[in-house]
T-cell receptor, first 113, second 114 residues
Framework: KAGVTQTPRYLIKTRGQQVTLSCSPI?????VSWYQQTPGQGLQFLFE???????NKGNFPGRFSGRQFSNSRSEMNVSTLELGDSALYLC????????????FGPGTRLTVT | DQQVKQNSPSLSVQEGRISILNCDYT??????FLWYKKYPAEGPTFLIS?????DKNEDGRFTVFLNKSAKHLSLHIVPSQPGDSAVYFC?????????????FGGGTRLMVKP
């Protein structure tokens, strides 16, 4: 079974631009979560989607948004990029409604210049 | 406010010996704990988990211990192998979350020397 895939793997953007990252969960998984990893803050929860509905949201500004499609694929968007948004963005999927065991993709490395 | 803490940023162990990685938490509502391993340029890989109703869970070379009164958990790797060299994250979740939301510690870099 294919794992979680994320595209693109690497991205360079300029301050003020916006970016969209994509995540395809493991087949059959309906829950998709997004995390931001930075050297200073570690792994921080952004939001989680289940059946196209956002169920949880972390403590991030409104510039960070996401959505989930009917096929469980998810996208996250960051508008008005800031230098501090440079990070590894990780997507994770889970099989059941509340399954704590999440399976992570390789991440998208975003660099904002 | 860091609810999950891994106070040792790094740990070095000789091959064949035991590796013990520690994690402390402050939120008494956490009821499920997990350990993930992360190699560079890859996403975290799930290793082992434990429910708060247990105090030990074992899977091959990996054992997780939970001390609820101390709000402390540890991951034991026996015997340690060079391939175990990676960053290890502990994570926790609480039943109050309507879904899947994990709170991660800052990670511990384990180096296993041949």
């Amino acid at each position: 079974k294919a794992g979680v895939t994320q595209t693109p793997r690497y991205l360079i953007k300029t301050r003020g631009q916006q970016v969209t990252l994509s995540c395809s969960p493991i087949s059959g998984h309906r829950s998709v979560s997004w995390y931001q990893q930075t050297p200073g803050q570690g792994l921080q929860f952004l939001f989680e989607y289940f059946s196209e509905t956002q169920r949880n949201k972390g403590n991030f500004p409104g510039r960070f948004s996401g959505r989930q499609f009917s096929n469980s694929r998810s996208e996250m968007n960051v508008s008005t990029l800031e230098l501090g948004d440079s990070a590894l963005y990780l997507c994770a999927s889970s099989r059941r409604d509340s399954s704590y065991e999440q399976y992570f993709g390789p991440g998208t490395r975003l660099t904002v210049t | 406010d860091q609810q999950v803490k891994q106070n040792s940023p790094s740990l070095s162990v000789q091959e064949g010996r035991i590796s013990i990685l520690n994690c402390d938490y402050t939120n008494s509502m956490f009821d499920y704990f997990l350990w993930y391993k992360k190699y560079p340029a890859e996403g975290p890989t799930f290793l082992i988990s434990i429910s708060s109703i247990k105090d030990k869970n074992e899977d091959g070379r990996f054992t997780v211990f939970l001390n609820k009164s101390a709000k402390h958990l540890s991951l034991h790797i026996v015997p340690s192998q060079p391939g175990d060299s990676a960053v290890y994250f502990c994570a926790a979740s609480s039943p109050g979350n309507a879904g899947n939301m994990l709170t991660f510690g800052g990670g511990t870099r384990l180096m296993v020397k041949p």
